[in-house]
C-alpha cells in the first residue's frame, strides 16, 4: 500500500539555475558583458572579487567560465527535454540582462536576446514546465559598473526598470512567477556579485553597501507595482539567501547575538513584506554611520508594494556567539562551529532541520507563501567504470531536506514549491569550478574548461522523479540527524 502524498499536487517542483552559470555564448546574439564574464576561475578569483576594480576587462591570461559555461544556449532543447523526463512542474531560471540590454542603459531592448528566451520560455510550456523567472542574477552588465558604480548610483533603477518593463510586456503570457533580485542581502558579504560595487577605495563600505541595497529595493518595489499593472495575474517574489543563525549556548548574550545577526537578514524581508524600515536597522545605521539618501516617495513606494510570496535558498544553517564580535565592515558575529552538524567538502553545514526551522521563521514573521528556490549539496562525482554515476549522497541530502520541509507543511507552513540547486551541473557562482557539482544530470566539463560537454543521468535524476511522481510518498523518513 503506497503512502499518501506529502506534497500538494498544486506543489511546484523542480530545478533552479542561474543565466550566467548555465547559458554560456556569452557574447552570442549580440550580447553584452555582464559582470560575470570577468570574474575569472582560479587562484585570481578571490583578488578580483575582493579587489574588482582592476579586473573589469576580459584578459587574455585569464579563464572565464561563465563564457561557455555548460553551453546551454545551443543545447537547451536537449537540456529541457532531460528536466521534462524528470517531470518537472517548474524551473526557476535569470534572464542576462546584458543580453537584452548589453550596456545597461540603452534606449531599446536587443530583439535577439528576446527572441531567444521567447524560445526557451515556449520550450518549457512545451513540458508543461511553470518558468520561475529571476530578473536580476548576480549578473548585471558591466558597463553599469563602469559607468555608474553600480547600485551605488540611483541611476541604476531607471536601468533595471526598463530591463524589468521589457520582460513584463513581452513574456506576461508565458511567465506567472518573478523574483526582483537573487539573494538580495548578500550584498553585504558579497558586494560586488549582488551589487556590482567596487569598494576597494571607499572608506566607509557599509555606507555604500546599504545606499545600493536602498536603490535595490525601491527598485523591487517599483518592479512590483508595475508587474501588477502589466500583468495582474503575475506574482512578485522577493529571494533572500536564508541560512538562519542559532547561538551557540543558551546564555543569553548568544540567544541576542543570534538575533542581531538574523535580523540583518530580516532587514530586507521586512522592507519587501512589511514595508517599512524596521527599527533594529535605524539603531544600526546610527551606530555604524550610515546615512540614507531617501528621496521623496521612496518610503511610500515600499510601504504600497510589498511582494507576493518570497522566495530563499537554503544550504545550512549558521552557528554563532556574543564573544565573537567581528571587527570586519559587513558582518556583526562572525560564525562558530556547530559541534551536531556535519559539513559538505566545501565546509558548508549540512542542517536539514534547519530548513524546517527557517520555514517556521518565515512564516511566522511574514504571513506570505514560500518557495524554497535553492537547496542542493555541490560535491565531487565519480563516474563508475560501467558509466553510472552512484551520488547516494547528494540524494540523501535532498532527501532529508524534503522530509523536512513536509514536516514544516504539517505545522502548516504555506510552502508553494522547492526547485533544487541545481537540475545539471553548472559553475560554481562562488569559486568559478565545475567540478563544485550539484546536478542531478552530470556534464563532462572540468575547472579548466576542458571536456565533451557530454550530459549523463546520475542515480540522483531517477530518484527525484519518483519524489516527483509519488508527491514525496517515496522519501525515506527515518534518516538520522
Ligand atoms: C546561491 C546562488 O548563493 O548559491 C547560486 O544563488 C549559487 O547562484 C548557489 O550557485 C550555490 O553556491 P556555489 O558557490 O556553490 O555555486
New binding site residues.
Partial sequence: MPNDPLFPKTFLFGGAL?AN?YEGGFDKGNKGLSIVDVEPAGPERNKMLTHPGEYLKVRDDLYYPSHRAIDFYDRYKEDIRLFGEMHFSALRISVAWSRIFPEGDEENPNEEGLRYYDRIFDELIKYNIEPIVTIS??ETPLNLVKKYGGWKNRILIKCYLKFAETLFKRYRNKVKYWISF??IN?ITVSPFIAGALVLDKEKNKMQVIYQAAHHELVASAKATKLLHRIAPHAKMGCML?FSPFYARTCKPADQMAALQQNHITFFFGDIHCRGYYPSYMKRFFAENGIHLEVADDDLQVLKENTVDFISF?Y?MSYTTEADKKSDQWNGVYLKVKNPYIKSSD?GWPIDPIGLRYALNLLYDRYHKPLFIV?N?L?ARDEIEPDGSINDDYRIKYLNDHLVQVAEAIKDGVNVIGYTA??PID??????GEME?R?GLIYVDRDNQGKGTLERRKKKSFYWYREVIDTGGSSLKKDNNF
Fill in positions: 542561474a552559470q542574477h548576480y537573487n539573494e548578500c539567501a535558498s544550504y566545501w535553492e542542493g555541490g540547486w541545481s553548472v559553475v560554481s557562482a562562488g569559486t563544485k550539484y
